[in-house]
């Protein structure tokens, strides 16, 4: 018969741990969607790309992603108070890469709409979820943000077509069979900001 696993085992030593870009790799084999996380401070739209959303509690309402800390943006937000997820569709890598990078152009020459909430809307996105700033958790370099939902719009596909949302996999966008290689710095950012 296998032995059992020992219930008492002693946590692994720090030794152990994966350094950053071991454990961004790894991480990398958990596919995501992406978002971009809006907000409007005093009268300027700020945002960057998220993937790290996610849905917390049905009643009440409430949803995460993590934020570094290093980040221009975060800041921001948090002083907005309140901020609109914008959940991407697999054709839009290109607002992907506008707020996904610091040398992105986030909001230069791009449409978008004020909703009621006063948070930036970016259009054709799947969905939009309004929420204020309800808690903010510090976990290592990065700030857990728990958002409480104010509204949500999903957007009905035009013409009826079905469209796809954006996979975020091993750094690149879609599913790719194994012989392609993780993506280890897409942007060209170098590693300063562990995203996976
Ligand atoms: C698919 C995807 C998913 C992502 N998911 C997340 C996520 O879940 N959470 C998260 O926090 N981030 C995530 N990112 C990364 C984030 O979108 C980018 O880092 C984005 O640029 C942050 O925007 P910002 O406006 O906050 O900061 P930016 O102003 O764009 O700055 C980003 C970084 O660059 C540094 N920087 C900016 N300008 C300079 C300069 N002139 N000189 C030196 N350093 C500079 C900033 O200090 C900061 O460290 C993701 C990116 C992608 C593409």
Same mark, same amino acid.
């Given at each position: 018969m296998p032995a059992e696993p020992a219930l008492t085992a002693e946590p692994a030593e720090p030794a152990d741990s994966p350094d950053p870009l071991e454990f961004r790799r790894a991480m990398a084999e958990f596919a995501t969607g992406v978002t971009?996380?809006? @907000? !409007?401070?005093?009268?300027?739209p700020?945002?960057?790309?998220?993937?790290?959303?996610? *849905? $917390?509690?049905?009643?009440?309402?409430?949803?995460?992603?993590?934020?570094?800390?290093?980040?221009?943006?975060?800041?921001?937000?948090?002083?907005?108070?309140r901020f609109c997820v914008n959940v991407l569709g697999e054709d839009q890598a290109d607002l992907c890469a506008r707020f996904g990078s610091s040398r992105g152009l986030k909001f230069e020459g791009l449409d978008w709409d004020l909703s009621p909430h006063g948070t930036p809307q970016l259009r054709d996105v799947l969905l939009n979820v309004h929420a204020t700033v309800? @808690? !903010?958790?510090?976990?290592?370099?990065?700030?857990?943000?728990?958002?409480?939902?104010? *509204? $949500?719009?999903?957007?009905?596909?035009?013409?009826?077509?079905?469209r796809r949302p954006m996979l975020f996999f091993r750094s690149r966008f879609g599913v790719h069979p194994p012989d392609v290689p993780f993506a280890p710095d897409p942007w060209g950012e170098g590693d300063r900001w562990g995203w996976g």
């Open positions: 971009v996380v809006t @907000a !409007v401070d005093g009268d300027e700020v945002g960057f790309a998220c993937q790290s959303f996610a *849905s $917390v509690s049905l009643d009440p309402p409430l949803i995460l992603f993590c934020a570094d800390r290093r980040g221009r943006s975060w800041p921001r937000i948090r002083a907005a108070g309800h @808690a !903010v958790h510090e976990a290592g370099d990065h700030d857990v943000v728990i958002g409480r939902v104010l *509204s $949500v719009r999903v957007h009905e596909a035009p013409g009826g077509v079905w």
